[in-house]
């Protein structure tokens, strides 16, 4: 097994080197049939990758300890899901997943059929080979999966307890579709400059490509901050921890890029300006693999030091230094033939102060995680930046991008009259005020939670307002009914309405965000049975305190009944894992959830005499977070259904323009 796992790595890299050797000797001599033998060796490529993680998921599966990898990282106690699930719990396994990832993405698009003879597939093909030959490297000499111990041990260490939650199935698994998945405008963005193509042909090309890494990066954050949110026990599912931002900032990246790269399809306009957005978001990615990866940030996602981020950090130098030379030697082409702005109420000049905000953002969060760096590298004192920072920085940036999205899609392209903003915002923003007063008069009087529901009623507005009338129009052109005319005008404007639903989505985690960080209720108290605990209009009384056992595994449990302004609303369970082969136990909350607040209990502590110490709290609206997160995957999984891509690309044949 060890022979056949270690030999399809060192084949995958053998096949990456070749097929990246014979495709750019291909494209230098103009020869086809190079260039298809490199294609050849990236089906290779990724069918020896596909064979290596099979591989390693059936030793994980049935408990092959004498390697390495299963042995620290599963237990015969594990259920199967952990055990494959193991795979993305170390660094050799969730490189091999990357890995396969990557090669997956290459041969879609090498054998993609809309792509077929377009000159630019080879150069992204020796792009995203070149990222295979890295990680390929790495896996053969640097982090291996398939290391075979000295001594055979009948047991493993098992898995981290807190991976064994569902969350943890697929959290990883879409940061890293994401992560990978923007290599691909990235490579794209490349040959385009190498070709000297330099309208938004490119990004035509990739756009949905994009979205799918967007909607993955989207997932990533949203599932690991409900994991954060039912595993950790602390009551919060964001606490900007350093892995949290290096996912977190391609995304505010990416998502300014996809919003820029409209003003140049439109109006060929911002050309530089998104090729330098793709080109950091793709070294964002790299750049957050090496805080995972190289231990020198300390984070409850990290995996330990290793030496692996001394190869990322010079990989991300080589690549982020690569491509920005690509670009400059372009410059002057991107800046020839440019768009200008002609006024500053234009939808083309709210979508430029859309990116500089995300930017900004993403910019103060790069600033805030890598503080502790600087500091330490120049003062010899490492600074702590906690989410006080991160709170009070990023909180006015994202409402005034709330803001903004607002507005936008009430302004007219080119220029904007005072007539045309009278038209649209009168009534969006009456409806705000009365919102607004609304509010004061419900009892309100946290002036920043005021003004950030009033925004995000006027985003609401404006949206529902865009729907409205774009439904009148059709109605009044077809004389259909509401339901009919409200579905064909999205159907045959599904990247507009798509990214309208987005819209709505990001408003309703919004809403969950300002709720649960202006108006949660906490409260730690030790109790005997029998007696209660008041918390926002809650009573709960301890009624029992427990222990079973699961397989090794001790759980001590308590049970407390609960009920609301005297009505009976359940009992709610609070229980502490002790595994038997891990030292630290995990806390499993109790959670009642609706759409108005959650009742979130942690048992923290318990005495011999059945005295329990309980840390409850009431977060308002938390749920509006989960649920807007299925409202932008619906959104974006609409915005690219059935794209054609026939009616932008181009048809080649062969290698036939030269690279110049």
């Known amino acids: 097994m060890a022979l056949l796992g270690n030999s399809a790595i060192y084949l995958g890299l053998a096949l990456s080197i070749y097929s990246l050797v014979i495709m750019l000797i291909g494209v230098k001599k103009q020869n086809q049939q190079l260039v298809d033998s490199g294609k050849g060796a990236i089906l290779s490529v990724f069918l020896v990758t596909a064979i290596s993680m099979a591989l390693l998921l059936y030793l994980l599966g049935t408990s092959q300890f004498q390697f390495e990898y299963v042995k620290n990282y599963t237990s015969t106690e594990l259920p199967l899901v952990y055990k494959l699930a193991a795979l993305w719990a170390g660094n050799a396994g969730s490189l091999l997943l990357w890995t396969f990832f990557l090669a997956l993405y290459n041969v879609m698009i090498m054998n993609s059929r809309m792509l077929r003879g377009n000159p630019m597939v080879p150069y992204v093909g020796m792009i995203l080979t070149a990222n295979t030959v890295f990680f390929m490297f790495i896996l053969a000499f640097v982090a291996k999966p398939f290391v075979l111990l000295d001594e055979v041990p009948l047991e493993g260490n098992g898995l981290n307890p807190m991976l064994q939650n569902p969350g943890m199935m697929l959290h990883p698994v879409t940061l890293y579709l994401g992560y990978v998945g923007l290599s691909v405008p990235f490579a794209f963005a490349m040959a385009a400059l190498l070709l000297k193509n330099i309208d938004d042909f490119w990004i035509k090309v990739t756009r949905r490509w994009t979205i799918v890494a967007w909607l993955f990066l989207t997932l990533g954050n949203l599932l690991g901050a409900q994991w954060a949110y039912v595993e950790l026990g602390w009551g919060g599912y964001w ?17 300014a890029f996809l919003h820029s790269v409209m003003i140049q399809e439109r109006k060929n306009m911002l050309k530089v300006w998104n090729v330098s957005l793709i ?4 070294a964002l990615t790299l750049f957050g693999t090496f805080l995972v990866r190289s231990g020198v940030l300390t984070s409850v996602h990290a995996f330990s030091n290793s030496n692996l981020g001394t190869y990322f950090l010079l990989y991300m130098g080589i690549a982020v230094i690569g491509g920005l030379y690509v670009l400059m030697s372009r410059y002057h082409l991107l800046r ?8 500053l109420l234009s939808k083309e000049s709210s979508f430029l102060l859309n990116n500089l905000i995300l930017v900004g ?6 600033w805030g995680t890598n503080f502790p760096l600087i500091s330490e590298a120049v003062r010899g004192t490492k600074v702590t930046v906690g989410a006080p920072f991160f709170n009070q920085v990023n909180a006015p940036i994202m409402l ?7 507005v936008c899609p009430l302004i007219a392209w080119q220029r904007s009259s005072l007539k045309n903003f009278r038209d649209n915002f009168l009534i969006p923003l009456a409806l705000t005020v009365v919102l607004f007063l609304a509010l004061v008069a419900m009892g309100m009087t946290k002036i920043w939670a005021l003004v950030s529901f009033s925004v995000v009623g006027f985003l609401f507005l404006t949206h529902i307002q865009e729907f409205y009338r774009g439904i009148r129009a059709r109605r009044k052109m077809t004389q259909e009914t509401v339901p009919v005319a409200a579905w064909r005008l999205m159907i045959r404007n599904k990247r507009r309405y798509g990214g309208y639903i987005v819209h709505f989505g990001i408003a309703m985690i919004a809403i969950g965000i300002i709720g649960s960080n202006n108006f949660e209720s906490d409260l730690a108290k030790t109790v005997k049975q029998g007696e209660t605990i008041e918390i926002a209009g809650y009573t709960l009384t301890y009624e029992s305190l427990a222990q079973r056992s699961e397989g090794i595994n001790d759980i001590v449990f308590a049970d407390l009944a609960v009920s609301k302004n005297g009505q009976a609303v359940g009992v709610i369970r609070a229980e502490k894992v002790f595994y038997g082969n891990w030292p630290e136990p995990s806390t499993e909350v109790g959670l009642i959830s609706t759409f108005k607040e959650d009742l979130y209990v942690a048992l923290s502590a318990w005495e011999p005499d059945g005295r329990a110490t309980f840390s409850i709290k009431v977060n308002p609206l938390v749920k509006w977070i989960w649920t807007g997160g299925i409202i932008v995957v619906i959104g974006s999984l609409f915005a690219i259904w059935k794209g054609r891509f026939g009616n932008v690309v181009p048809k080649y044949t062969g290698v036939e323009r030269k690279v110049s």
């Open 239 to 255: 606490a900007w921890d350093p892995v949290e931002n290096a996912s977190f900032m391609p995304w505010l990246t990416a998502t």
């Open 279 to 282: 080109i950091i978001s793709y």
């Open 336 to 343: 020839r033939d440019s768009g200008q702005f002609e006024s």
């Open 361 to 366: 953002a993403a910019f103060s969060v790069f």
């Open 400 to 406: 005034a991008l709330l803001f903004v999205m607002a």
